[in-house]
């Protein structure tokens, strides 16, 4: 406490001993060490007070211009706190102290240099004080993500609820400096550098994902708006490097993603924001009115940012709906009107040169993600939107690519179409949109590639055919049919393929006699190029396949079906049976269940 000197010398020697707890870096993974820094009991006596006073002289001075040697003494200390958090037993007791406040203080100050744009600063090396900065972040992570989830979630990897239960030391309370700091760093930012605020959004997406205690507290009006703020400002580059621009917007999607996800797992009386507001503004910002713009910014190379910020806006939905509380969420978009927001996203997209097949693949995978394994969803969507009405959205974008058209098959099972044996069809009308679509595609080779597609999804097994039977596909295959002149000659022969296999589960006469007209022709003498692989068509219906079954079953495929009998004084005489055969196809495989609580078909 006397000899200032000798301080310094003992927290240098301190440091550079366990210099490898200093990862300062969020972008990477927390180093493994075998060996951990001391608990604070092991440490010099009345040593935290020393140094909580040796940080006070640092603050007051601090407007009057730190000294190198207390700007050097000043990171010295920070880097002491962070290698002491790095033992999880002191976090507690530190994050207790002020320290903290201190800290917070200080890099405000720097933060505010560091935001003007002054000719002294141009000259001035800046490097000191940016490294305090990150070392400053980097303290707070210690304290309030002592477990680095934020870290690994970044990397990929994503903690379940038994790894986080066994998490034993909990994060430091967070200091009620931390909203308004995290404001105040946002406002008149534009000459702060992009890797800071990189290294900001990264310090509040370690205390979301740090605990909820704290994240509650962190989400909050204020740090919402500061988030949707950093978004609205990542299609303006200007001069800053696109790759720091394009990291910016990510780690402020992936904050969002978090902020989601944790407001899900609270009670509202906890929460300070609600999930539809943040989502009523972001849906706000990517429709966002591009022609408000100057000219001057409405250039080729901003359309392209400002498409690929929608690609990840959208591919965000996705991410976030991708949770344990998914059905709730999955409400809460519902009655944020998302069908209508993404539906006039592309509407509004054909203004735009390039990228449009891309803007239009992401789109179609977070329709895909709202509707997942939800029948209820499904439903809001044919009567709000229709199919019909997309088909005309998506037909109005030109050309249509391979990868979009695969991605409305992947709709149609809810995974990959590769996979359908597997998945099962979950979406039909997706499948009737292609069908209807193939007599518009100007390539050849595409329609063979989608018709061979769709003959393999819809024939794999009776229960597809069964779903596409229902669905009216047969119809809908006679009407594209007619339009044989558009058509290539192996697209129409997999269409009568699929005609044939669907066929042989169930053909009206209403749908026998529009096959059959369709065999007519101007010319009586003329053969209709058709004739051939109907007839076969027919053959095929009128073949029997394997073993004899029913025509007409019961269909128990869905996890809730069953087959209701009257209570029992409502049956004739004094016994009721019921008989029937039953036919027991392998059944689809969910991956997602295929675990020890699987489901599985009972009978009674």
Same mark, same amino acid.
């Given at each position: 406490q006397k000899d200032p000197d000798y301080l310094k010398l003992w927290l240098d020697s301190f440091v550079s001993s366990y210099e490898q707890f200093l990862d300062v870096d969020f972008e990477k993974l927390p180093t493994r060490v075998d060996d951990i820094p001391p608990g604070i009991s092991l440490l010099p006596d009345n040593i935290l007070q020393v140094l909580r006073l040796q940080l006070l002289q640092c603050v007051q001075k601090m407007s009057d211009g730190l000294e190198e040697q207390q700007q050097a003494?000043?990171?010295?200390?920070?880097?002491? #706190?962070?290698?002491?958090?790095?033992?999880?037993?002191?976090?507690?007791?530190?994050?207790?102290?002020?320290?903290?406040?201190?800290?917070?203080?200080?890099?405000? $100050?720097?933060?505010?240099?560091?935001k003007s744009k002054t000719k002294e600063k141009e000259v001035a090396d800046q490097t000191p004080i940016e490294e305090f900065v990150r070392h400053a972040l980097a303290f707070c992570e210690s304290l309030y993500d002592p477990y680095r989830n934020w870290r690994q979630r970044i990397a990929g990897r994503f903690l379940n609820t038994v790894e986080k239960s066994r998490q034993k030391y909990k994060p430091a309370s967070l200091t009620v400096e931390f909203v308004p700091f995290f404001y105040q760093c946002f406002q008149e930012s534009e000459h702060l550098k992009e890797?800071?605020?990189?290294?900001?959004?990264?310090? #509040?997406?370690?205390?979301?994902?740090?605990?909820q205690r704290?994240?509650?507290?962190?989400?909050?009006?204020?740090?919402?708006?500061?988030?949707?703020?950093?978004?609205?400002?990542?299609?303006? %580059?200007?001069?800053?490097?696109?790759?720091?621009?394009?990291?910016?917007?990510?780690?402020?999607?992936k904050c969002l993603t978090e902020v989601v996800h944790i407001l899900l797992t609270s009670s509202s009386d906890q929460r300070q924001v609600e999930t539809s507001t943040i989502l009523e503004n972001y849906f706000k910002l990517l429709n966002s009115d591009h022609?408000?713009?100057?000219?001057?910014?409405?250039?080729?190379? %901003?359309?392209?940012? #400002?498409?690929?910020?929608?690609?990840?806006? $959208?591919?965000?939905?996705?991410?976030?709906?991708d949770c344990t509380d998914r059905p709730v969420l999955q409400a809460i978009f519902l009655n944020s009107n998302c069908f209508e927001h993404l539906i006039r996203l592309l509407q509004n997209c054909k203004v735009f040169q390039g990228h449009i097949d891309r803007l239009a693949v992401s789109t179609i995978q977070a329709l895909t993600a709202v509707m997942h394994k939800s029948p209820a969803a499904k439903e809001v969507f044919?009567?709000?939107i229709g199919y019909s009405?997309?088909?005309?959205?998506?037909?109005? $974008?030109?050309?249509?690519?391979?990868?979009?058209?695969?991605?409305l098959m992947n709709m149609a099972v809810e995974g990959d179409h590769m996979a359908v044996g597997l998945l099962g069809i979950s979406n039909v009308q997706p499948l009737l949109l292609l069908i209807q679509w193939l007599p518009e595609l100007e390539s050849h080779d595409l329609q063979i590639f989608i018709s061979n597609c769709l003959r393999r999804i819809c024939c794999i097994n009776r229960q597809s055919r069964a779903t596409c039977v229902n669905a009216n596909m047969v119809i809908r295959i006679i009407e594209t049919l007619n339009s044989h002149s558009a058509l290539h000659c192996t697209c129409a022969e997999n269409l009568i393929a699929i005609l044939g296999s669907l066929g042989s589960q169930s053909m009206g006469s209403e749908e026998l006699l529009q096959l059959i007209r369709l065999l007519r022709t101007e010319e009586p003498k003329r053969a209709h190029p058709y004739v051939v692989p109907v007839m076969r068509a027919i053959l095929a219906m009128a073949r029997k396949q394997g073993m004899a079954s029913a025509l007409q079953y019961f269909n128990l495929y869905h996890s809730m079906a069953g087959i209701a009998v009257p209570s029992i004084h409502k049956w004739p005489g004094s016994a009721f049976s019921f008989n029937a055969w039953l036919c027991l196809d392998q059944d689809s495989v969910d991956p997602s269940t295929t675990s020890k609580s699987g489901k599985r078909k009972q009978l009674y």
């Open positions: 003494l000043s990171l010295l200390l920070v880097k002491f #706190f962070i290698i002491l958090c790095r033992n999880l037993a002191n976090v507690e007791e530190i994050g207790m102290c002020s320290y903290i406040n201190h800290v917070i203080t200080m890099t405000t $100050l720097y933060i505010q240099q560091l890797s800071l605020k990189c290294c900001l959004l990264h310090l #509040f997406g370690a205390i979301v994902a740090g605990g704290n994240a509650l507290q962190a989400v909050s009006p204020a740090t919402m708006e500061v988030l949707m703020r950093v978004l609205a400002d990542c299609d303006n %580059w200007d001069d800053r490097n696109p790759e720091e621009v394009s990291r910016k917007a990510e780690l402020t999607l022609s408000a713009l100057p000219n001057s910014r409405r250039c080729r190379q %901003w359309e392209s940012r #400002f498409i690929a910020l929608q690609i990840q806006m $959208l591919n965000t939905i996705t991410a976030m709906l044919k009567e709000r009405h997309i088909y005309e959205v998506l037909k109005s $974008l030109g050309q249509p690519s391979q990868e979009l058209l695969e991605e």
